[in-house]
């Protein structure tokens, strides 16, 4: 049925798993200096011809995406927001990067202080 055995208190089971822990460093059997660095050396020169074919890759396809025309730039028509022309008034144009609260405030002043009459040309 249910085991009665009563486990150890925390402590004990940490200070267990540390001694298992160095004792099973004991057995590792360590590289030689040599080994070492002969692994290290393997390694970086991998890494660095990865990075250069993977940079080689990345320039290669933006060269052929370039020639294909896929950057070609378009050029785009935008119309001014920052003022509106009603009948020869100028009326402001809100900004939609203001709070509720100031976006009327800041208006009705900006409307009474920039409402221009028609220029008589």
Known sequence: MADNKKKPNIFKR?????NDVRLELK?????TKEKLVQTSAVVLVV???C???LTA????SSWV???????KQTQE??????????????????SSESSEGETAASSESAAS?????PSES
């Open 27 to 31: 057995r590792v059997i360590w590289p």
């Open 51 to 53: 990075a250069i074919l």
């Open 113 to 117: 202080e920039e409402t221009t009459a």
């Open 14 to 18: 940490i200070a267990q798993k540390f």
């Open 47 to 49: 890494i660095a011809v």
């Open 77 to 94: 028509t935008t119309e001014s927001t920052a003022a509106t022309s009603l009948e020869g008034y100028t009326v402001p144009s809100v």
């Open 65 to 71: 995406l370039e020639k294909v025309g896929f950057y």
């Open 57 to 60: 890759i990345g320039k290669g």
